[in-house]
């Protein structure tokens, strides 16, 4: 059986049965993957360009710690004060 016709085979209520086998305990964890799944059907074009823009600022900062290693890190108490200090960037 592949995975694609597995997706195609699921059901409703094969999912509710499934549910119901489950502990108590672990449908908290159920519930939070369905909302991430109903995120990641809600993001739009927009959403991944920026999310995008994010990991490529992350990636510049890794490399410039990698070369500044003695460098000391920056702290803000706030996003305000973060927001000023990269206002040049």
């Given at each position: ?13 094969d ?20 909302e ?54």
């Amino acid at each position: 059986m592949t995975v694609d016709s597995v997706k195609a085979s699921v059901t409703i209520e094969d999912i509710i049965k499934a549910l119901r086998r489950l502990p108590d305990e672990y449908l908290p964890e159920v519930l939070q993957y369905i909302e991430f799944v109903e995120y990641k059907t809600e993001l739009n074009e927009e959403d991944i360009v920026e999310d995008e823009d994010l990991w490529q600022a992350v990636e510049v900062n890794q490399a410039y710690k990698e070369q500044q290693p003695d460098e000391p890190l920056e702290r803000y108490t706030s996003g305000e004060d973060f927001l000023k200090a990269v206002v040049d960037l």
